[in-house]
């Protein structure tokens, strides 16, 4: 146990000092990695809370069918039971005319009051209201309803759920390759840094391996100084998040509350993120390290 401990410290002294004497590559791949984890925290805080408005939007997609006014009791009922087989759809709840007219009222505040003319002679349909288990199912839902007997019209907000879809999909897309081209750009940075290193002991090295230590013993020195530039990285871009997102959260909030743009809340949204970065931080410079240690083991 003693001598773990102390090959440990040794281990870690070793890193620390190679920080020290490559000091101005050390602050370049920090740099690299504040960078990197600057731009991919913000894009994660943006596509998250975008994910989290569009899950808000997606809860409110429904699908309103209108039934034939000629259709009775019975021919509502049939309807209403074809709904409720389909594969796709969720739950399915009626909706009278009147209680449309007092939806459609309440919707218009002070200027409703108008419509109340129409309750004497209501001009409304009775509706079904058609949910799908999955969003991304509504039109093509909607298209099968629109087949279906005593079904008068299907209505959906059509354009805003695809172009919804279709901004969420393109904006992970690009997020996505955006996010590997910089911590590749990252690991790249790191994996010079402690080449230098590397070829600046490669001597020591070579005895080292001559004498029997092993692989791992050599590395852990270059595991561990890769592993402190990636959370040093990390420093910066956690702190910059917390403050900004924080900031954000008070501004905002007041503004838009109410409203389906829904920011997610700080806690513990902003913990989760800082791990996540801290983590991609470790990651981008214990892989900088092992790949450009490699090989110099080869001896």
Do not use: C
């Amino acid at each position: 146990m003693v001598f773990m401990n102390k090959t440990l410290g040794r281990h870690l002294r070793e890193a620390v000092k190679s920080l020290g004497r490559n000091a101005w590559m050390s602050i370049a791949s920090i740099s690299a990695v504040t960078v990197t984890l600057l731009l991919v925290g913000t894009f994660l805080v943006i596509m998250m809370n975008l994910n989290n408005i569009a899950s808000n939007i997606e809860e409110d997609v429904e699908i309103t069918v209108l039934i034939d006014r000629t259709a009775d009791q019975n021919a509502q009922n049939q309807l209403e039971s074809k709904l409720k087989n389909l594969e796709k759809v969720e739950n399915v709840q009626f909706s009278s005319k009147d209680q449309e007219l007092e939806k459609l009222i309440k919707s218009f505040g002070e200027k409703g009051e108008s419509f109340k003319l129409f309750e004497q002679d209501n001009p409304l349909n009775d509706v079904f209201i058609v949910k799908t288990k999955v969003p991304e199912d509504t039109p093509v839902v909607a298209e099968e309803i629109k087949k279906m007997r005593y079904v008068e019209n299907v209505q959906y907000a059509e354009e805003t759920v695809k172009k919804l879809f279709e901004v969420v999909n393109v904006s992970r897309n690009i997020g996505i390759v955006l996010i590997i081209g910089l911590v590749f750009t990252a690991m790249f940075l790191i994996s010079n840094t402690i080449k230098i290193t590397i070829f600046a002991r490669r001597r020591e090295i070579e005895i080292m391996k001559l004498v029997g230590a092993t692989n791992w013993f050599i590395r852990w020195p270059f595991f561990l100084e890769g592993l402190f530039l990636g959370a040093l990285g990390a420093v910066i871009p956690i702190t910059v998040l917390v403050v900004s997102y924080n900031s954000l959260v008070n501004i905002a909030v007041p503004y838009i509350q109410g409203s389906f743009v829904e920011l997610l809340p700080f806690s513990p949204f902003v913990f989760q993120i800082s791990a996540i970065l801290l983590l991609i931080g470790v990651l981008i410079g214990i892989w900088g390290s092992l790949m450009s240690v490699r090989k110099f083991l080869k001896v």
